[in-house]
């Protein structure tokens, strides 16, 4: 045994600071956190009532109302002329960006927003990976992210990391979005559960990103956290062979979190960037997993949460929803579609895409001008 790198593992540990530990877990408690509202905002403008109070404040003025989707939240606004004119929740969302009233916006994100990259997601009916583990031979579908189960039985994680290993996978135009809020300034953080590295791909600098549920990016022993360099590690599970702990013989893993594992340091920083949030978007995610959905119930009540998804999740399956709450159902590649030409952004970002994806520099982008991974210290501004 090497008693030296034995003691350093150690003392690096004990210097580690003290945090509350929370873990991950695939329990999802009722939201019941509702705050009354602390500020009145954005909400009192009748464009982002939700349904049931414009119906409620028309019926006053004896209008009626009239929903422009059955998938979206409509709101209302006056035209010119006095007369009400249905908006979806993009088109809300899409006005209150253009009019400079939100600048700092934190998404949450999940699984759905790389499937349009070829990666299934966990719940999708039919293709999400729960659907599909018979190959894994695991006795029920969250053994596979169960460390328990892993320290008896790391293959069939290591099968399917074999797949979700970054490498083989492509941002898509929902990941390049979110950059370009990035390179508009408007973009405080991004929580992504995500550990495909497509964030990191796209451009989206370290300092806005939290990986939450960890990534491939660096490797360690399961049993005792000594660290081993991660392509070495990537080289044995692609070999088919179980990388070993140097020092206690342990499974070594990448360090994506697993149900029963802490949380990175990183995703405590929620708790400074939350409140400062003046518009949460949630993208592709079930919000299934803890502590992960609760963090769209700790923006003030007042403050917009647009949920992009296929199908309403977390707070968003209540009637009535919030009062600040929009969703736009359906395949999020559209629906950020749709945003981004609302926002008059959507051939700025296909350039992007197309040479960032081609290794073409016909973009110029002003928070990146070495490649990959861009710097957040510039960013344009859309006022
Ligand atoms: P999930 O539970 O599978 O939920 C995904 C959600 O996205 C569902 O509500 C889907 O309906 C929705 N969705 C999927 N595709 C689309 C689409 N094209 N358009 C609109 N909506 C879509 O996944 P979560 O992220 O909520 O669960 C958290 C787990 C999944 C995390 O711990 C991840 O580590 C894990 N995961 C990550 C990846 C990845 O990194 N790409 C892949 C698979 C699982």
Not at 85 to 108: D, F, Q, S, W
Not at 151 to 162: E, G, M
Not at 186 to 191: F, V
Not at 274 to 283: H, Q, R
Request: neutral net charge; contains cysteine; hydrophobic residues 35%.
């Amino acid at each position: 045994m090497n008693m030296s790198k034995a003691k350093s593992s150690r003392d690096r540990r004990i210097a580690l600071p003290v945090v509350t530990r929370v873990t991950r877990s695939s329990i999802n408690p009722q939201d019941s956190r509702r705050s009354k509202p602390t500020d009145s905002g954005l909400v009192d403008d009748l464009s982002l009532m939700s349904v049931s109070e414009q119906q409620a404040s028309l019926a006053r003025k004896g209008k009626s109302y009239q929903s422009s989707s059955p998938s979206t939240k409509a709101v209302l606004s006056s035209s010119p002329s006095g007369s009400s004119v249905p908006r979806g929740a993009l088109e809300t969302i899409g006005r209150l960006m253009k009019l400079g009233r939100v600048r700092n916006i934190v998404v949450v994100a999940g699984a759905g927003i790389s499937t349009g990259s070829g990666i299934p997601d966990f719940r999708t009916p039919g293709t999400g990976l729960y659907a599909n583990l018979a190959k894994y031979d695991i006795p029920y579908p969250e053994a596979i992210f169960n460390i328990d189960y892993f320290s008896d039985n790391p293959h069939p994680f290591f099968s399917l990391a074999k797949e979700l290993y970054p490498g083989h996978h492509r941002p898509n135009y929902v990941h390049y979005f979110i950059r370009m809020l990035h390179q508009k300034g408007l973009l405080l953080r991004m929580y992504t559960q995500n550990i495909d590295g497509l964030e990191k791909l796209c451009g989206i600098p370290d300092d806005k990103l939290v990986e939450a549920h960890g990534s491939f990016a660096t490797a360690a022993c399961h049993l005792c956290y000594t660290p081993y360099p991660a392509e070495e590690a990537k080289q044995a599970i692609m070999n088919g062979n179980v990388p070993i702990c140097t020092f206690c013989a342990g499974a070594v893993k990448p360090n994506v979190v697993f149900f029963g594992e802490d949380l990175p340091e990183k995703y405590f920083q929620h708790a400074q960037d939350f409140p400062k949030a003046d518009l949460l978007m949630i993208m592709g995610t079930s919000l299934k997993i803890e502590p992960f959905a609760s963090l769209v119930n700790t923006v003030k009540s007042t403050v917009p949460r647009l949920l992009l998804n296929r199908d309403p999740v977390g707070p968003f399956e209540r009637r009535p929803l919030r009062r600040a709450d929009y969703m736009e159902l359906g395949d999020l590649s559209d629906s950020v579609q749709k945003l981004a030409e609302i926002l008059g952004w959507h051939s700025e970002i296909q350039d992007l895409m197309n040479s960032h994806e081609t290794g073409l520099c016909s973009y110029t982008d002003p928070s990146n001008s070495s490649g990959e991974n861009s710097d957040s210290s510039e960013t344009d501004s859309m006022h």
